[in-house]
């Protein structure tokens, strides 16, 4: 069975420029997080989705990033305009529907913003 | 909101002893999973050991185990035995029932021979 994908795996772009991450989860997992972590620190969490739906994002920081899960399978999470303090290591992960079964990350996409 | 706390920023351990890695969490909640997690320098993220809040009995997973005091909100990691390939950041995680998953900061492990 795949595991939580992620790509690119890596991205430098230049301020100002737009940048899609994407994530596609394990098939028939309900619930989809992307985290962020900054320069070593914790792994803040950005939003979730239930299927297709938000169901919390009060970590995104602006109104620049933009995250969907269209048809409740993949998501795209896209910062535009990219900002130098965006860098960071994009997680993804994703977990059934059942309460207390484990998340699953993918590798992560690593941005850089120059 | 709920917040996680990991009060260490990194430890080291010889190689065969044992390390117990901090953790408390803050929520109103009855009812929780708390998880701690390892990401190997490089490598994905995996889950270590999982403890339900109304389970009173530590869980255990080979070599590590947890000492979950729930009504000091404490949740600590136990390596036994530490291994060159426990080398890893770790994180205390806490979810929710709404199923919002929260992390800490982390702890750098470092096993030295």
């Known amino acids: 069975e795949a595991g939580v994908t992620q790509f690119p795996s890596h991205s430098v772009i230049e301020k100002g420029q737009t940048v899609t991450l994407r994530c596609d989860p394990i098939s028939g997992h309900d619930n989809l997080y992307w985290y962020r972590r900054v320069m070593g620190k914790e792994i803040k969490f950005l939003l979730h989705?239930?299927?297709?739906?938000?169901?919390?994002e009060s970590g995104m920081p602006n109104n620049r990033f933009l995250a969907e899960r269209t048809g409740g399978t993949y998501s795209t999470l896209k910062v535009q305009p990219a900002e130098l303090e965006d860098s960071g290591v994009y997680f993804c992960?994703?977990?059934?529907?059942?309460?207390?079964?484990?998340?699953?990350f993918g590798q992560g996409t690593r941005l850089t913003v120059v | 909101a709920q917040t996680v706390t990991q009060s260490q920023p990194e430890m080291s351990v010889q190689e065969a002893e044992t390390v117990t890695l901090s953790c408390t969490y803050d929520t109103s909640e009855s009812n929780y999973y708390l998880f701690w997690y390892k990401q190997p320098p490089s490598r994905q993220m995996i889950l270590v050991i999982r403890?339900?809040?109304?389970?009173?009995q530590n869980a255990t997973e080979n070599r590590f185990s947890v000492n979950f005091q729930k009504a000091a909100k404490s949740f600590s990691l136990k390596i036994s035995d530490s291994q060159l390939g426990d080398t890893a950041m770790y994180f205390c995680a806490f979810l929710e029932y709404g199923n919002k998953l929260v992390f800490g900061a982390g702890t750098i492990l470092r096993v030295k021979s």
């Open positions: 989705f239930v299927k297709e739906s938000k169901q919390d």
């Open positions: 992960a994703s977990r059934l529907g059942v309460f207390g079964t484990e998340a699953f």
């Open positions: 403890q339900e809040a109304y389970k009173q």
